[in-house]
């Protein structure tokens, strides 16, 4: 809309500028009015390309700034599971996960049809099959974060602040509450030292393909979820996300 102004406004001035060279200004001068109006040209110009390539640059860079937070994120997710299919709930503690990524073991199993004869009764038997899973050994979580940073998996990339980490449970049905968790960061201090009125717009995002609200967040405390609040071209890549 500003940008619109400067437009529609460049053309009044424009316009009321030349009846005024035609009407007031003698003929020997207006070589040089000619020339001051070749400046305030060349100034609206400038002030109108900075209007069109502004919003474009803060979309480019703010998903290059999205797509490194979201990589963090995304380790987060993937410890909190881990951790999960050992603890059978989630942690709030940054420190026992990483721990947990450094000593933990996950168990690796193995399922068997076994067949057993029941008694029906009256003599009656039958042959029934049913699983049977045992446990065959046991992987370090280590294994699945080879090569990544999780040691500062909670630190928000391009800011000093850290992401929040709280554990809760919600009723998924009637009379069955299962741990949820969330892991999340405000869109300020990642957007910090980009336009204002950019990043107030951004807080408010509501589309389908940004994303949603004022954080930018995995999992959730009132629903069953891992995933996150990002739009499906972040998981393509950080590379990807800053050319999208």
Request: hydrophobic share 40%; net charge positive; no cysteine.
């Amino acid at each position: 809309m500003n940008l619109v102004l400067m437009i529609l406004a460049a053309f009044v001035v424009a316009f009321l500028l030349a009846v005024l060279v035609v009407k007031f200004v003698p003929l020997k001068m207006r070589w040089l009015v000619s020339l001051l109006l070749l400046g305030a040209t060349a100034f609206l110009g400038y002030k109108i390309y900075n209007g069109i390539m502004e919003p474009i640059n803060f979309n480019k860079n703010k998903k290059g700034r999205y797509a490194k937070v979201i990589k963090n994120l995304k380790l987060i997710r993937d410890a909190e599971i881990k951790y999960k299919e050992v603890k059978g709930t989630y942690t709030n503690n940054k420190d026992s996960l990483i721990n947990f990524i450094q000593t933990g073991k996950l168990a690796l199993t193995e399922t068997n049809n076994v067949e057993e004869k029941v008694d029906r009764g009256g003599g009656i038997f039958v042959t029934v099959s049913k699983k049977v899973v045992d446990t065959i050994g046991y992987e370090p979580v280590l294994k699945y974060f080879e090569g990544k940073d999780y040691k500062n998996m909670f630190n928000v990339p391009g800011t000093d602040k850290q992401f929040e980490l709280a554990t809760a449970r919600v009723e998924k049905v009637a009379g069955l509450e299962v741990p949820v968790f969330e892991a999340k960061i405000s869109k300020k201090p990642i957007l910090e030292g980009m336009n204002p009125s950019l990043i107030k717009q951004e807080l408010e995002a509501l589309e389908s393909d940004q994303i949603k609200g004022e954080f930018v967040s995995v999992g959730s405390l009132n629903e069953v979820t891992t995933g996150g609040n990002w739009p499906p071209y972040y998981d393509k890549g950080e590379a990807i996300a800053k050319d999208e």
